[in-house]
């Protein structure tokens, strides 16, 4: 028997079978015995979601065979198994000179899985990396075999980019790419109220943009990227301390200590600032230097995308729920980042030009009653939930959020008319009536 388990481990699934095809063929095959016994079947992919939205109830599909990556460095395009993972695409597109334009933090998600949650890097220019999807191959919940691209069944393809795993299962994606570039970074630390009176150039003035910001410091952590044709900086000591674990395990451990002693952490978190982070500039290549560079110690994340125009009134808000909140203590780094608007029916990004901003707290303890605080908060800017990070949004409040959403369903349950693929997620989102 495998198990499988979140990663921040507060999901463990247990399924009856573990299928790993190698094509689409194999999946209709998988998915027609499936339905005739009346069961359940979800693909996964890296299964690292914090919110159950790869909830395995029953059987499961996982990409270890569905890994390959096939690039067309003419057309500037490639077509990769919904099972790779994004750190193994990257050093292949790198082989072509290619690259994807939008990054997240970390590599380690299959694409199936990142774009089905919506995932997102920074880039106030730069929508979500679905948007750059060109065609899927996808099989639905009766076995058919669907090849989907915007003249293809362009509904189905237009939702499918964001699929929440509830349209069927996809097989492979084709991205359209852009040649491969390099990043500088500039690190600059800056007073949290210059930093929201400044918000907006520093959105607008860079290619990438994000800021972090370690609770109860008056400072925040703005971080610049550029398109650069300047040579790569050599690693420092910084970068080996951080790539070797070290600095993760450092974390790891006064965040332990802030679990212990609540009221250290308001002097815990502005001394690991002081310590850790200075004004710098780096370049390398784009998807590296955008990546967190260390191991992640251990926590938490909800993550709400609200209008960009909004961003530096809610991060303000932000602020003083996280300085005046009593009962919790929000000890992990807060984070914003910016990501253009698409026309994805299920993409918080569905739109508008968004502000994405990171609740996350490392505490089992903490988290419930900070979430709620900050979802609340989230509510008065019609706050749209990452679907990979925890959430507790009910199915009106989320029709009201996403204007597709009906549409959605309709297709969801179209494509799945016998309910195969539904999991915990799809029974909270999309609830039968
Ligand atoms: C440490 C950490 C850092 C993160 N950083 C970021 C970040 O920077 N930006 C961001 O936006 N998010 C971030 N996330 C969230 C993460 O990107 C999402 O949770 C993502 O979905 C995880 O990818 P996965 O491969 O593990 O997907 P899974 O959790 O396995 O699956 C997610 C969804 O995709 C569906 N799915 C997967 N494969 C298929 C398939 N073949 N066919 C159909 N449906 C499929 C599943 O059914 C499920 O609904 C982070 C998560 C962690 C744990």
Known sequence: MRTIRNWDRTLTWNPRAVHAPRDAAEVS????????????????????????????????????????????????????????????VNERLAEHGLSFENFGSITMQSAGGYTGTGSHG??????????????????????????????????LFSAARVSLG???VITNITFRLVEAFDLEERLEIVDFDRALADLDRYVDGNDYCKFWWLPYSDQIQVYQFNKTTKPRTPITLQERFDASGMSGLTFAGLLGFSRLRPRATNRLLPGVERLAFRDRVRVDRSD????YAGTIPWHQETEYAIPRDRAAEALDRMRRLVLTATGYKVNFTQEVRFVAGDDIPMSPAHKRDSCYLGAYVA???????????????????????????????????????????????SLRQAQDPQGIFRNRFIDRVFPRR
């Open 29 to 88: 095959a998988i998915v027609k015995r499936v339905a005739g016994r009346s069961g359940r079947v979800k693909a996964v992919g890296s299964s690292l979601s914090w919110s159950d939205v790869a909830d395995i109830p029953d059987e499961v599909i996982v990409g270890d065979n569905l890994n390959q990556v096939v690039v067309d460095p003419d057309g500037m395009r490639a077509t990769i198994g919904s099972g790779a993972k994004l750190r193994d």
């Open 122 to 155: 920074t880039g106030g220019r730069t929508p979500i990396l679905s948007s750059f999807i060109e065609a899927l191959e996808l099989v639905d919940g009766q076995g058919r075999i669907h090849h989907l691209d915007a003249s293809t069944e362009p509904e």
């Open 166 to 168: 509830a349209l069927g």
């Open 288 to 291: 590296r230097i955008i990546k």
């Open 363 to 409: 505490s089992l303890k903490w988290a419930p009653r900070y979430f709620q605080d900050f979802e609340a908060l989230m509510e008065e800017y019609e706050g749209r939930p990452h679907w990979g990070k925890s959430f507790d949004r009910k199915p009106d409040q989320l029709r009201t959020l996403y204007p597709r959403y009906d549409e959605f369903n």
